[in-house]
C-alpha cells in the first residue's frame, strides 16, 4: 500500500466537511427563497445599507492590523535581543489567555474601559483627564489587537527567531547600521511571519462581530454584525449566504496575495 | 547605554504582557468580589463558586465545553496524524492542492465557516451536540496537522529506513522509530486543537442546537440581562486548572528536554 493513501479518511473528511459546506453557501447565495437564481444576495454587500458596514469593516481591521504590526514586530526583535529564548514558554504565555473565556475577555475589557471603568479611576487617582473611549470605533480597534495580538506575534516571532545571528553580525561587520540592518537583512527575512501574521489578523477582524457588539454599544454595525442578524434575527438565510460569499471573495483575494509572499513552499506554518 | 536600551527592552515586553493580561486580572479578581456591581469591590467572598458548583445549568455547559474540547482535539489528532503520514508522501502538485484546502478553515473567516457548516448540517440532521462536535473537528485537523507535518521535515528517513531494514515491519518501524520523533506535534497539536475549541464562540454559536450551550454561548446569552458572577468563578477555574496542568507537563517533560536541547 502506498504510503500517501493514508490520508483517504481525512481527504473524504476534508471533501465532506470543508469544501461541500463551501459549496452549499455558494448555492444559497446565488438562489433565492423560491429556489431561482438570483446575483442580488451577492451584489446586496455593495447597498447603501451594508456598503457603509464593508468600509467601517475594511477599515477597523486595516488600523487593527496595522497597530499589531507595528506592536508585534518590535516585541519580537526585543524577546530576540533580551535572549527570552526559551520558545515554549513565549508560545504558552501568549496562548494562556485563550483559556479565560474570550467574550469574558472582551467584558472585563469593557469594564477596565467604561466611563466610571478601572482605567478611568486610575486616571482620576493620577489627577489625570479620564478618557471617553468605550462604544466608539477606537474602543472597537483596542479590543480587536487586544483580541488578536498573539496572532501577529506569534508567526513574527517565529521567523525572527529563525534568523541566524551570523547574517545579522556579519551585515554589521561590513558596517550596516541598526536602519539599513533592519531593512535590508532583518525584514526580508521575517517576512513569512509578517504575511502570515497579517492574514491571521485581519481576516478575524474583518468579521468579528461580538467585539463590536460589547466594546461598540450595538451602535456600531460591521459586516459580521450585519450576516449574524440576517442569519439570526431576519432569517434571510440567502441574503446571508450572499453577503457570507462576498465576504469569502474578500478572503481569497487575501489568500492569492500570501501564496504569491510564500517563499519557502514546504514550510507555511502559522505557529 | 547598553544596560538603558536593556531596561527599556524589557519595560516593553512588561507593558504587552500587562495589556495581555490585565482584563484576565480583572475577571479572576471579580470572581471573589461579593459585590454584584462589576467595578466596586464589596469585600472576598467564594458565594459564587459555590452558587456555580449547585447550578446544574453551568455544570452542564462546563460538561459540554470540556467533552467537545477533549472529543474534538482527540479526533481531530487521530485523522490529522494520518493525514500527516499520508500528505508527508506526496508529491508538490498534490501535497500543494491539500494544503490549499486545509489552510480553508484557519484562513477562512469563523462567521463563514460557521455558516457553512450550519448550512451543510441542517439539510441532514438536526443541530445539536454532534453538529457542534462535527465543526469543532473540522477546524481541529488543520492545527494538527500544521504542528505534526514539519516534524516529518525535521525527521530523519534513514532510521526508519534502518529499521525496515533490520526486518522491523512498517507498523512497528512506525511506532518504534517515526512515532517517538513526532510525538512533541502531536502533544503540541492536541493541545492547540483543545484551545481553539475551548475559546470558539462564533462556530459553535452557528452550529448549535436550540438548549445546547456551551460555556461561550452561555455567556454571550447573559450578555444583555448582565453577566452572572459564576460565570467568572467559573472561566477563573478552568484558567486555573490549565495552568496546573501545563506546570505538570513541563515538570514531567523539562529533565528529559534540558539534557537533549543544545544550549543556543
Redesign the interface.
Known sequence: M??????????I??TA??????V??AY?AFTTKAGGFTLSNVFAIFDSLHIKATILSLGLSLSCTVLCLL?AF??AL??R??H??HKGLII??????????????????Q??L?K???LN?ILEWLHLAPVEIINTPAAIILGMV?DY??YMILPIYNSVMDIDQDLIDASSDLGARFGYRLRHVILPLSKPGIISGI??VF??C??S??IP??LGGGKIQLL?NV??QE?ITSMN?NL??GL?FA??IF?II??IF??KHETK??????? | MVKLKDFFCKFYVAIIMLFLYAPIMVLIVSSFNSSKSRVLWGGFTLEWYQQMLNSSIVIGALRNTVVLAVGSAFFATIIGLLASIGIDAMRKKEFSIVMSITNIPMLNADIVTGIAMMLLIFRFMPLGFSSIMLAHITFNIPYVILNILPRFNQMDISTYEAARDLGAGPVTSFFKVVLPDIIPGIVAGFFMAMTMSMDDFVITYFTKGAGVNTLSTMIYGQIKKGIQPTMYALSTMIFAVTILLLITINLITLPKKSGKNKPR
Open positions: 502506498k504510503r500517501k493513501y493514508i490520508a483517504l479518511p481525512y481527504l473528511w476534508m466537511f470543508i469544501v461541500l459546506p463551501l452549499f453557501v444559497y506592536v518590535p516585541l526585543v524577546l535581543r533580551i527570552l529564548n504558552i504565555i501568549l496562548i494562556l489567555p485563550m483559556w479565560m473565556n474570550s467574550i469574558l475577555r472582551i467584558l472585563a475589557l469594564m477596565i467604561s466610571n471603568g478601572i479611576m487586544y495580538l498573539p492574514t491571521m481576516i478575524p474583518l468579521t462581530f461580538v457588539d460589547i459580521g450576516i449574524e442569519f438565510w446571508g449566504a457570507s465576504l469569502l478572503v487575501g489568500l500570501t501564496q513552499y514546504k514550510e507555511s506554518r502559522v505557529w
